[in-house]
């Protein structure tokens, strides 16, 4: 494979960002992602190593990969994830990482060493009891301070929050509260559909919902549009003045496919070539068995959909999940 290869699907799109699921297991039980008794454990042996992680990635850099988020479950619980980090930074890409901020203080030296710049964190409430509901556990504070933490040590900080109607929608403008007062992106997520999490259409809250929730509370003159760059999955807005800003990110409603440049690799091992495709192809397996892995993701990519996966009746009421993976199989 000569360095020019580039990993381009068949309507053009090139793929250079690449999210890797670190680990199925998590320290949080959040409703949306996680069955209450966790997800079934397998044999460690159908995980990546470390080791494989970083040989993968590499393959993947290879072939024009520039930008590399960790994800999971939650990655700050796999083991070794300061050795894994620290690989990764020698590689000539962008490192970032998805969290749920509840281990984030023991991390802060590791991130830095890393070259991390940009930390997205998870909260889906801005209420105590409300987000220990919603995720099964009792790390608010924490994660609050933690994410104080992260913005002290001038992280780039994203806060990412699920909307679900009659759950939190009523905390949209509390979170654009938060990001007039602090230098961070909110990102409203609209509530997509998986394995177990009991999703359906009018649970979702939607980039219009949010729009005209905002626009009625603070008055369309004091809300700024901000540009967007290119394979953004986020539109962002900023209210006048404010230190922070805050963004949609609508899947379902609106959604983002013509620029996607987006490759997930599952922690067994699986290039996924969108959120919302269940046709996978087994890299571990190829890579163990020194298989040409390179031509694998070239033809899981070329493969890929135009749109989400090729669902396009997620508003009716035939719309039928296919998908046997419960989000925290896929890292998001
Ligand atoms: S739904 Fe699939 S194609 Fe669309 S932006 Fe997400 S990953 Fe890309």
């Known amino acids: 494979m000569d360095n020019t290869t580039k990993i381009v699907d068949r309507f053009g799109r090139e793929h250079k960002y690449l999210r890797i699921s670190l680990t199925e297991r998590c320290n949080l039980r959040c409703f949306y992602c996680m069955p209450e008794e966790g997800v079934k454990l397998r044999e460690k042996s159908c995980f990546m190593t470390s080791e494989?992680?970083?040989?993968?990635a590499e393959k993947f850099v290879a072939l024009g990969v520039t930008k590399i988020r960790l994800t999971g479950g939650e990655p700050l619980i796999k083991k070794d994830i300061g050795n894994?980090?620290?690989?990764?930074s020698k590689l000539p890409v962008e490192l970032g990482i998805t969290t749920n901020g509840v281990l984030v203080d023991k991390y802060i030296d590791t991130?830095?060493?890393?070259?991390?710049?940009?930390?997205?964190?998870s909260l889906d409430s801005l209420k105590e009891d409300?987000?220990?509901?919603?995720?099964?556990?009792?790390?608010?504070?924490?994660?609050?301070?933690?994410?104080?933490?992260?913005i002290e040590n001038d992280f780039n900080v994203k806060v990412n929050v699920v909307l679900i109607k009659d759950v939190n929608d009523d905390e949209i403008?509390?979170?654009?509260?938060?990001?007039?007062?602090?230098?961070?992106?909110?990102r409203f997520i609209e509530f997509m559909p998986f394995d177990g999490n009991?999703?359906?259409?009018?649970?979702?809250v939607s980039n219009k919902k949010i729009l005209e929730t905002v626009h009625s509370h603070y008055g369309e003159d004091y809300v700024e549009k901000i540009k967007d760059k290119k394979n953004d999955t986020t539109r962002s807005y900023r209210i006048k003045k404010a230190k922070g800003s805050f963004g949609i990110i609508s899947s379902m409603t609106n959604p983002f496919c013509d620029t996607c440049n987006r490759i997930r690799l599952t922690a067994d091992g699986k290039i996924r070539n969108c959120l919302f495709s269940n046709s996978e192809v087994d890299l571990l397996g190829a890579l163990r068995r020194k298989q040409n892995v390179e031509q694998l993701i070239l033809q899981s990519i070329y493969n890929k959909e135009k749109q989400r996966g090729g669902i396009n009746n997620f508003e009716t009421s035939d719309f039928v999940l296919k998908d046997d993976r419960s989000m925290v199989t896929i890292g998001g």
């Open 52 to 56: 494989e992680v970083i040989e993968l």
């Open 84 to 88: 894994i980090l620290s690989q990764l």
């Open 111 to 121: 991130f830095k060493k890393a070259g991390i710049k940009s930390v997205n964190v």
């Open 130 to 150: 409300r987000f220990n509901a919603i995720s099964r556990r009792n790390y608010f504070n924490r994660i609050k301070s933690n994410i104080d933490l992260l």
């Open 173 to 186: 403008t509390d979170f654009i509260d938060w990001s007039i007062i602090k230098p961070i992106e909110v």
């Open 198 to 204: 009991k999703w359906n259409w009018d649970k979702l």
